[in-house]
């Protein structure tokens, strides 16, 4: 095990960060694509009610099963030298602390049956609290894998863990096993990667625990989980609002609803937060590099990011029948409602790269507390009027937010908005031009065709328009030559 993390050179840097980059994309698209389908199969093999009762649930899961997950990760990635004794010692307190929280979860469970009088509830909690210890076995050794920059192998193994977790929950689903299929769903990804991790990583924990030498990562971790924790209550308190004030059946519409939603964050965020954590930490030092990089990444997720929050808006209604079904009408009212803030999330989502690479997560605990205030009076204020309400101000909430949060995380190295917003207004302007063109003109003439035919008409007519404002209003085909220049390296083979 390397002890230090040593400086690469710019260029080897670059290569190794475009080449992960593109790997995470490329398999992060076939396990969305994949997830995809699954959600088609599923939504016609189960109930609304059946998706409703994992997610109140799922709520709460997600969020306890993360802790060390997001924290012990990043202070393995960003630290400049690690030894082997601390590793072992996080891993092993990693291990600890989830047990004792799936233990816990386990008495939660009834809780949660009072509160929503499903009894089912206190089943689905004991089975998902067994996700928290296989986190926990799987994460050290991940760390360290991205530390290393190794990404493709990664990448592989997380697709063919979302591939095996949706064929899986088919299965269980066309033997009758209802909500039980999307547990099982949930619960294959983290056990393969616990497989993965073992297989990837020559690295091995070896005992006794000696939390001392844990202490530092576990005070960083604490701060990453207090800024995740109000994370998870800014993207589960609209859940569990409109679970209490409305049920389980408007609630599995806004689950599946989100999940379309944020299909796009999860296609083009997840895949490059690790990539772009691991380079921004060896630039922090440089601010003229570190903001060249930061900026770059960020006009590469606005592009397809706009395009995608104006194809999804427009064609929400249809697209969401074709993909669940007739029975699933509220939910193509609520991604309508979701669509616009597509781009704004994705945005968004990158101010915590800032805090993570420049070690400074308490100036993010500081900021998410503001936003979780602005969320929480958003969120109940819009949960009496419904799914469609709630996924407005989700949108609304996550513009106000926006520009802000990416200023307070910059403000360390003195990065300045201003070369942000001439690469970023583009995008938008091009965005909103187009979906006035379909308000005015292309809804009408579409109008006559079936779902199919409309999805497939609009989202070509608007991904042309779109792509050619964008570069009348750059002057160059700038954007699309960025999107573009990653295909090499997509096709590539990795050097070791």
Same mark, same amino acid.
């Given at each position: 095990?390397?002890?230090?993390? /040593?400086?690469?050179?710019?260029?080897?840097?670059k290569?190794k960060a475009i080449? %992960?980059?593109?790997?995470?994309i490329?398999?992060?698209?076939?396990?969305?694509? *994949?997830?995809?389908?699954?959600?088609?199969?599923?939504a016609?093999?189960?109930?609304?009610?059946?998706?409703?009762?994992?997610?109140?649930?799922?709520?709460?899961?997600?969020?306890?099963?993360?802790?060390?997950?997001?924290?012990?990760?990043?202070?393995?990635?960003?630290?400049?030298?690690?030894?082997?004794?601390?590793?072992?010692?996080?891993? &092993?307190?990693?291990?600890?602390?989830?047990?004792?929280?799936?233990?816990?979860f386990?008495?939660?469970?009834?809780?949660?049956?009072?509160?929503?009088?499903e /009894?089912?509830?206190?089943?689905i909690?004991?089975?998902?609290?067994? %996700?928290?210890?296989? !986190?926990?076995?799987?994460?050290?050794?991940?760390?360290?894998?991205k530390?290393?920059?190794r990404? #493709?192998?990664?990448?592989?193994?997380?697709?063919?863990?979302?591939?095996?977790?949706?064929?899986?929950?088919?299965?269980?689903?066309?033997?009758?096993?209802?909500?039980?299929?999307?547990?099982?769903?949930?619960?294959?990804?983290p056990a393969?990667?616990?497989?993965?991790?073992?297989?990837?990583?020559p690295?091995?924990?070896? %005992?006794?625990?000696?939390?001392?030498?844990?202490?530092?990562?576990?005070?960083?971790?604490?701060?990453?989980?207090?800024?995740?924790?109000?994370?998870?209550?800014m993207?589960?308190?609209?859940?569990?609002?409109?679970?209490?004030?409305h049920?389980? !059946?408007?609630?599995?519409n806004?689950?599946?609803?989100?999940?379309?939603?944020s299909?796009?964050?999860? !296609?083009?965020?997840t895949?490059?937060?690790?990539?772009?954590?691991?380079?921004?930490?060896?630039?922090?030092?440089?601010?003229?590099?570190?903001s060249?990089?930061?900026?770059?990444?960020?006009?590469?997720?606005?592009f397809?990011?706009?395009?995608?929050?104006?194809?999804?808006?427009?064609?929400?209604?249809?697209?969401?029948?074709?993909?669940?079904?007739p029975?699933?009408?509220?939910?193509?009212?609520?991604?309508?409602?979701? %669509? /616009?803030?597509?781009?704004? !999330?994705?945005?968004?989502g990158?101010?915590?790269?800032?805090?993570l690479?420049?070690?400074? /997560?308490?100036?993010?605990l500081? &900021?998410?507390? *503001?936003?979780?205030?602005?969320t929480?009076?958003?969120?109940?204020?819009?949960?009496?009027?419904?799914? #469609?309400?709630?996924?407005?101000?989700f $949108?609304?909430?996550?513009?106000?937010?926006?520009?802000?949060?990416?200023w307070?995380?910059?403000?360390?190295?003195?990065?300045s908005?201003?070369?942000?917003?001439? $690469?970023? &207004?583009?995008?938008?302007?091009?965005?909103?031009?187009?979906?006035? *063109?379909?308000?005015? &003109?292309?809804?009408?003439?579409?109008?006559?065709?079936?779902?199919?035919?409309?999805?497939?008409l609009?989202?070509?007519?608007?991904? #042309?328009?779109?792509?050619?404002?964008?570069?009348?209003?750059?002057?160059?085909?700038?954007?699309?030559?960025?999107?573009?220049?990653?295909l090499?390296?997509?096709?590539?083979?990795?050097?070791?």
């Amino acid at each position: 095990m390397t002890k230090e993390n /040593p400086l690469v050179k710019s260029v080897d840097l670059k290569t190794k960060a475009i080449k %992960g980059a593109s790997a995470n994309i490329v398999a992060q698209f076939v396990a969305i694509s *994949c997830q995809t389908v699954g959600v088609v199969i599923l939504a016609r093999l189960l109930k609304p009610a059946d998706f409703g009762l994992v997610a109140m649930v799922a709520a709460f899961s997600v969020w306890l099963s993360n802790f060390g997950v997001n924290g012990f990760t990043e202070y393995i990635i960003q630290k400049r030298e690690i030894k082997n004794e601390e590793i072992h010692a996080i891993y &092993w307190a990693h291990v600890l602390i989830a047990a004792t929280l799936a233990l816990g979860f386990v008495f939660f469970g009834f809780l949660l049956v009072r509160l929503n009088k499903e /009894p089912a509830l206190s089943g689905i909690a004991a089975a998902l609290s067994a %996700g928290f210890v296989l !986190q926990a076995l799987s994460t050290s050794p991940i760390a360290l894998l991205k530390r290393e920059m190794r990404f #493709v192998p990664l990448a592989v193994a997380e697709m063919l863990a979302v591939v095996l977790s949706v064929l899986l929950a088919i299965g269980a689903a066309l033997i009758g096993m209802g909500y039980w299929a999307v547990v099982i769903r949930q619960l294959t990804i983290p056990a393969v990667m616990v497989l993965a991790a073992r297989i990837l990583c020559p690295w091995r924990p070896r %005992g006794p625990l000696r939390l001392t030498r844990a202490l530092p990562g576990l005070k960083y971790t604490i701060q990453v989980y207090a800024n995740v924790s109000l994370g998870f209550v800014m993207h589960g308190l609209d859940k569990v609002l409109l679970g209490k004030y409305h049920g389980a !059946q408007l609630l599995g519409n806004y689950d599946r609803a989100y999940y379309i939603f944020s299909a796009p964050a999860a !296609q083009l965020l997840t895949p490059l937060h690790n990539v772009a954590l691991a380079t921004l930490s060896r630039l922090k030092d440089d601010r003229e590099q570190f903001s060249a990089y930061y900026g770059k990444a960020v006009s590469l997720v606005a592009f397809p990011g706009v395009l995608a929050a104006l194809v999804l808006t427009i064609t929400a209604k249809d697209l969401v029948e074709l993909l669940l079904g007739p029975s699933w009408t509220e939910a193509g009212r609520v991604v309508a409602a979701f %669509g /616009p803030g597509i781009a704004a !999330q994705l945005l968004y989502g990158t101010h915590s790269w800032l805090h993570l690479s420049l070690g400074t /997560p308490n100036r993010w605990l500081r &900021w998410n507390i *503001c936003a979780a205030i602005v969320t929480v009076i958003a969120f109940f204020m819009a949960a009496p009027s419904g799914a #469609v309400a709630m996924a407005g101000a989700f $949108s609304l909430r996550t513009y106000i937010l926006l520009l802000p949060s990416i200023w307070y995380g910059g403000r360390p190295i003195k990065m300045s908005l201003r070369p942000l917003t001439r $690469s970023l &207004w583009p995008y938008f302007i091009a965005g909103s031009a187009v979906g006035a *063109c379909w308000l005015l &003109w292309l809804k009408e003439v579409v109008t006559s065709f079936g779902p199919l035919i409309r999805v497939a008409l609009t989202s070509v007519i608007a991904a #042309v328009l779109y792509v050619v404002l964008v570069a009348v209003l750059q002057r160059s085909f700038e954007s699309v030559r960025a999107v573009l220049s990653l295909l090499p390296h997509i096709f590539s083979r990795e050097r070791t």
